[in-house]
Nanobody, 123 residues
Framework: QVQLVESGGGLVQPGGSLRLSCAAS????????MSWYRQAPGKERELVAT???????????KYGDSVKGRFIISRDNAKNTVYLQMNSLKPEDTAVYHC?????????????WGQGTQVTVSS
């Protein structure tokens, strides 16, 4: 059974930091690109960051324009966990953050989602 379980959300003041975690199980973690998405009330879902394994020691990362320079995505393949370090948080970062795992095998796409964790940035 595939599971993606996010944690680490909460209430933080503007300028503060949070670290989100996503624990994965039920699939071959190292074979998947891992991403964080977010969705604020009344807005479309937005890609925050993606990390893809290139080699055993090299990963490629990609960030949404709104978080570049403030957020860092990382993964620990030994722990089947992906992280999102969020720094210099702004009120507009307030959203539900979802973990996503995606891979393509031949013509088949596999796409898994977590339930999400709420991040609220407010004074």
């Amino acid at each position: 059974q595939v599971q993606l379980v996010e944690s680490g959300g909460g209430l933080v003041q503007p300028g503060g930091s949070l670290r989100l975690s996503c624990a994965a199980s039920g699939f071959t973690f190292s074979g998947y690109a891992m991403s964080w998405y977010r969705q604020a009330p009344g807005k479309e879902r937005e890609l925050v960051a993606t990390i893809t394994i290139i080699t055993s020691t090299l990963s490629r990362t990609k960030y949404g324009d709104s978080v570049k320079g403030r957020f860092i995505i990382s993964r620990d393949n030994a722990k089947n966990t992906v992280y999102l370090q969020m720094n210099s948080l702004k009120p507009e970062d307030t959203a539900v953050y979802h973990c996503n795992a995606r891979t393509v095998a031949g013509l088949q796409e596999y796409n898994y989602w977590g339930q999400g964790t709420q991040v609220t940035v407010s004074s």
